[in-house]
């Protein structure tokens, strides 16, 4: 895209450090947060631990671990400035797998305060509830 800021100048550069690019296609809100997210081994660049200054080429498999998942990202285009969501959306592929479906749990049952323990009768109803 024209005006678009590419690595380099002109664009002449083949790679770009993943900590700029994870910070530019909008992973990490911030540069130091994605630097951080290297230093503590939540990014890998194809499989390989990355450290901030690790190269990504373009077709480089990156993997982000934030919010308890793993996100798997494919580098379509390098880029080293911030760009809009739009435009950074076309950097990367987002490869990563559905979420498992979740699945139901039984409700939490709550017994009215200061009524006592449960008798018997009540235990039994509420093990059959829980499906124990």
């Known amino acids: 895209m024209p005006g678009t800021p590419a690595a380099g100048p002109q664009g002449a550069s ?3 450090r993943v900590d700029s690019w994870a910070w530019a296609v909008r992973l990490f809100k911030t540069r130091s947060a994605a630097s951080d997210a290297c230093k503590a081994g939540h990014l890998k660049v194809n499989g390989e631990r990355a450290k901030p200054a ?3 080429r373009v077709g480089d498999e990156v993997r982000a671990f934030a919010g308890g998942t793993e996100h798997i990202y ?3 285009r390098l880029i080293v400035k911030r760009v809009g969501a739009s435009v950074a959306a076309d950097c ?3 490869r990563t797998p559905p979420p498992p479906p979740r699945t139901e749990t039984p409700a ?7 009524a006592g323990r449960p008798t018997k009768r009540e235990r039994r109803l509420l093990d059959q509830l829980r499906g124990r």
């Open 74 to 76: 494919i580098a379509r």
């Open 14 to 16: 083949s790679s770009v």
């Open 92 to 94: 990367f592929e987002d």
């Open 54 to 56: 690790t190269p990504v």
């Open 108 to 114: 939490t049952v709550t017994r009215e305060r200061g």
